[in-house]
């Protein structure tokens, strides 16, 4: 089956730091990957899609400076959240799906803490 | 815009009991709709997915869900539920309804297993 691994798995850093979290596909070729953000006990809102080789598209409210992501090949994208505040401490979610098929894998999860 | 409504935050179920956990969208053509499971702190995992055909569709765990184009719903079923099932489960709709985009996540069902 596919297989999307997400690293790292949790991570604390300092508030004004940055942190970049990795998405991989290991067993397929993503042409499109997805980044979602979990607040606690509440849904996954959808932050970004990104397509292989191309900028990625942001959904209203998400700050595209603040949430750089980049998906230079086809099997991994990186979301890096810049100066960070305790205020982004969530749970970040990747999914990635294949050209031509109808789902999308979704990896392992994020926990992202600021201090 | 899409939605999707999950009107009970919480259920509480004996364990080898029925469970029927509800779900509406708002879209306005055939919708592609999905229904993970995630366990805390973990990613998510599709149970079942409806795209077309049939619209009784069987998922992994022994779990099932009904597409009602009249009630505009997709309801998860599972018939005898075991300990190992309490978990947090979503309901999503797929964006534009091409299989090319991102999900909306309903709010979530907590599932907890009563002995």
């Known amino acids: 089956g596919a297989v999307v691994s997400q690293h790292p798995s949790r991570v604390i850093c300092k508030s004004g730091t940055s942190v970049k979290i990795e998405c991989r596909s290991l067993?397929?070729?993503?042409?499109?990957m997805f980044w979602y953000r979990q607040f606690p006990k509440q849904s996954l809102m959808l932050m970004a899609t990104?397509?292989?080789?191309?900028?990625?598209?942001?959904e209203q409210g998400v700050e595209k400076d603040k949430f750089l992501i980049n998906h230079a090949s086809l099997t991994l994208s990186t979301l890096t959240v810049t100066s960070a505040h305790p205020e982004d401490s969530s749970f970040y979610i990747c999914s990635a799906r294949e050209s031509g098929d109808t789902e999308a894998f979704f990896g392992q999860g994020t926990r992202l803490t600021v201090v | 815009a899409q939605s999707v409504t999950q009107p009970d935050i919480h259920i509480t179920v004996s364990e080898g009991a029925s469970l029927e956990l509800r779900c509406n969208y708002s879209y306005g053509a055939t919708p592609y709709l999905f229904w993970y499971v995630q366990s805390p702190g973990q990613g998510l995992q599709l149970l079942l997915k409806y795209f077309s055909g049939d619209t009784l569709v069987q998922g992994i765990k022994g779990f099932e869900a009904e597409f009602k184009r009249s009630q505009s719903s997709f309801n998860l079923r599972k018939p005898s539920v075991h300990w190992s099932d309490a978990a947090e489960y979503f309901c999503?709709?797929?964006?534009?309804?091409?299989?090319?985009?991102?999900?909306?996540f309903g709010k979530g069902t907590h599932l907890i297993i009563q002995p």
């Open positions: 067993d397929f070729q993503a042409t499109t």
């Open positions: 999503a709709v797929e964006r534009s309804g091409g299989g090319a985009d991102g999900l909306t």
């Open positions: 990104s397509n292989e080789g191309s900028k990625a598209t942001y």
